[in-house]
């Protein structure tokens, strides 16, 4: 079933994250802190975009979301203004941080020619139960729905699946860097 994101649901798209976060498999044995990776890719989107947040919930619980920023730039700025800086005070930095500890404290804006046409951008994690199944395209669909314009994800170069998957849903390639940038205009 997909349905709108509650905050009792907040611990379970956490775990998700990180049971998903290292290009599609699991990061647990990357992170001291389980709860790090869900900060900086879940947190902001549930408490600022609660309305482009959505799950899909089996028999044995939430296994999946897709979740989403309408203007990326009015994200970040938030983002810097009211979620930042808390976790730069949980999290501070030290020499050789890892990348979610570096981003917290300097995340990468986003592009403004990309935001052009693609002003949004969205995430999408599915536990291993849940693939296979449709719902990771009826969970992006549920939130395209509510959005204009176009909308970005970037994706890793190494996630095959993850580039194959939005690519199935009709996003493009339309930048490459350390990560592949794709988009779709709706």
């Not at 389980?34 to 900086?40: I, K, M, Y």
């Not at 897709?66 to 800086?85: G, K, L, Q, V």
């Not at 052009?116 to 199944?133: F, I, S, T, V």
Request: net charge negative; glycine share 10%; hydrophobic share 40%.
């Amino acid at each position: 079933m997909i349905r709108a994101y509650r905050p009792a649901d907040l611990d379970a798209l956490y775990d998700i994250c990180l049971d998903t976060g290292n290009g599609g498999k699991g990061a647990r044995h990357l992170f001291d802190d389980p709860r790090l990776l869900g900060h900086a890719y879940v947190g902001p989107y549930v408490a600022f975009e609660p309305d482009l947040a959505f799950v899909v919930e089996d028999d044995e619980g939430v296994c999946g979301y897709a979740i989403a920023a309408a203007d990326s730039e009015a994200f970040e700025d938030r983002c810097d203004r009211d979620w930042w800086p808390d976790l730069r005070v949980r999290y501070p930095l030290r020499p050789n941080p890892n990348r979610v500890v570096q981003h917290i404290h300097h995340p990468v804006k986003v592009d403004p020619l990309l935001v052009k046409d693609y002003p949004a951008h969205m995430h999408a994690n599915l536990l291993p139960r849940a693939k296979g199944k449709g719902f990771g395209g009826a969970l992006v669909r549920t939130v395209l729905e509510r959005l204009e314009k176009g909308v970005h994800v970037h994706v890793r170069h190494h996630n095959t699946h993850g580039i194959g998957f939005w690519e199935h849903l009709g996003f493009r390639v339309i930048d490459s860097a350390d990560k592949l940038v794709l988009g779709l205009r709706l």
